[in-house]
């Protein structure tokens, strides 16, 4: 097996209202199973998720952890706006958005956006990714599977790597449960992350500076699916120890 990545060039500036699909295919061939990697930013910027800091006010909850971080108030109020727990509020700001991802600060950034803007993740990364999954379908009649990606940071490591918050006709876990290794023991509890580990080599060509490339061809994997969500990623509340750790800390510091 062979898996070829590459980046699609000279994607313009994005803005509200323009139709991604139609852009990336503008701009390169598509086959049959390529998986189409796009950073949230320019997904974002295409669905309107931008926002001014001046049109927020920020209530007492934001102050408090807004002094703790040294942060403009308005800016942890529109964090607060987007989560539906906070998990960790200092010295880290810790959040699990309204669709389920955790991630710093909401995932909410400044960079790669206009002066004065602030942006968001998609509203809803899975829809983001059918709408340009089937776009492209409709414009190429080639069956496609698309990744909407961001960076996040890992618990016990420095640094930062892409990640998958969003999937169109690919499941984010690969099962392996049942199969057999190579000495022939039956594996039990194997899962493999397969979304993230094609963000993460899509990431390597994207970039995260001024010559950033969001959008990633990869070609040669086969894992099309009818249907994938990001949601088979997440674990139970019951099943999530890390969670359930954070929570006990907070009451302990409280």
Known sequence: MKMHVFTVEN?????????????ICERTSIEDNDVIVIASTIVAKAEGRMFRL?????????????????????????VLNRSREILVD????????????????????????????MIDLPVDSDKSAKNIGEGIENWT??????????????????????????????HPIKNWKGQR?????????????????????????????????????????ELRSQDGSIKEMYRSDREDIIKKGLRCLGKVGD
């Open 141 to 170: 009649g080639k069956k496609v599977s698309v990744i909407v990606t961001d960076t996040n940071g890992r618990a016990f490591k420095i640094g930062q790597t892409g990640i998958a918050i969003g999937v169109y006709r690919i």
């Open 90 to 117: 200092h010295p880290i700001f810790l959040v699990e958005t309204d669709n389920g991802h955790v991630c710093i600060k909401a995932g909410i950034d400044e960079s790669n956006v206009d002066k004065g803007y």
């Open 54 to 78: 001046e049109d927020i006010i920020a209530g007492d909850e934001a102050k408090q952890i807004a002094d703790k971080h040294g942060l403009d108030a308005r800016f942890v109020q529109a």
């Open 11 to 23: 994607i313009p500036m994005i803005k509200k209202g323009d139709d991604i699909a139609s852009i």
């Open 181 to 221: 290794d190579l000495f022939g023991n039956i594996l039990a509890v194997t899962e493999e992350a397969i979304a993230d580990e094609i963000a993460g080599a899509a990431n390597l060509l994207m970039g995260e500076g001024d010559g950033g490339c969001p959008v990633v061809i990869v070609r040669g994997l």
